[in-house]
């Protein structure tokens, strides 16, 4: 390890850049978190038990150039103006391993860290024990895809509607898909950021449905996968009733009176019959009573003679 110790300058004051010796290739971490956590960054050196930290200087830095948290001869350095401030309250580091661990870790923490580590017997040379950069890389969890449907024109054979599915709060920037009974669909996508970072996320797509149907969006980010399924059901159409022609209703018309005229004539013919003898008087009744009940005289001599 000591054949391959990098040589590095300082650039100003606690920032230092190194450049790897030829045949030699660093090592590349990645480290994975989401927002809220704490995460560990790992350093390439690891103090023997023999030493302390007291007989080192210990450099954790952004981008080469912003120093997130530093330690010389045991105590933390923490008034330089290229601390970045961002940083403060959030960053410890283990004094054997010298880990670095952020928390809680924020989507701006998203880059490439670096340890250098030198000890105290080298400074006049300038070498360094270690200098190894570390990705950390941050995400963040979209939302449960919320899928809405408006119908845009209906008919009897088939219903227009437009589609939306939305997400928001995540990162990174996710893939958005859409499937229509397991058959995708184009996109219309627009995307917004917030809080700098964070992603919201919005899809559309016009549909011309003719039967009842499962549509699923779905939400894919670093290898996570979110997804939401809509069931879309068509307005059935329904045939208005044709109202009667005028003519129609105008024969109904005449043959319904027609018919309330003849039973209401033949309801006064009927009671004129029935009560005629109702305007006799009592004697004439009588008469006209006797008169039906009596045989006539024809009939009664005929009966006398065959029984003679």
Not at 29 to 47: A, D, M, N, R, W
Not at 142 to 166: D, H, K, L, Q, Y
């Amino acid at each position: 390890m000591q054949k391959v110790l990098e040589q590095c300058y300082t650039t100003v004051s606690l920032t230092f850049a190194c450049s790897p010796p030829t045949g030699y290739a660093l090592e590349k971490k990645i480290i994975k978190s989401k927002v809220g956590q704490k995460v560990g960054l790992p350093c390439c050196h690891e103090i023997p038990s023999s030493e302390s930290l007291h007989n080192y200087r210990v450099y954790w830095q952004k981008n080469i150039t912003d120093v997130v948290l530093a330690y010389a001869e045991g105590k933390i350095l923490s008034d330089h103006v290229q601390f970045l401030p961002r940083y403060k309250n959030r960053t410890e580091m283990d004094p054997r391993n010298l880990t670095l661990w952020i928390s809680p870790v924020e989507i701006l923490d998203n880059g490439s860290y670096q340890c250098v580590v030198q000890h105290l017997k080298y400074l006049q040379n300038s070498f360094v024990l270690c200098d190894e950069r570390v990705t950390l890389f941050v995400t963040a969890d979209f939302s449960e895809p919320n899928i809405t449907a408006e119908v845009s024109a209906n008919t009897c054979e088939s219903t227009e509607m437009v589609v939306r599915c939305s997400s928001h709060g995540g990162f990174p920037k996710p893939k958005i898909s859409g499937a229509l009974n397991n058959v995708s669909v184009v996109w219309n996508v627009s995307w917004v950021s917030e809080s700098l970072s964070l992603y919201n996320v919005t899809a559309e797509v016009r549909l011309n449905v003719t039967k009842d149907v499962e549509f699923t969006c779905s939400i894919e980010y670093d290898g996570f996968a979110k997804s939401t399924t809509l069931l879309l059901t068509t307005n059935f159409c329904v045939v208005p009733t044709v109202p009667p022609s005028y003519n129609v209703i105008t024969a109904s018309s005449i043959i319904i009176v027609i018919f309330l005229l003849a039973v209401i004539l033949a309801a006064r013919y009927l009671l004129r019959h029935v009560c005629s003898c109702c305007s006799k008087p009592w004697d004439s009744v009588e008469e006209g009573t006797r008169e039906c009940t009596e045989l006539p005289v024809s009939s009664q001599v005929t009966s006398e003679t065959s029984f003679v």
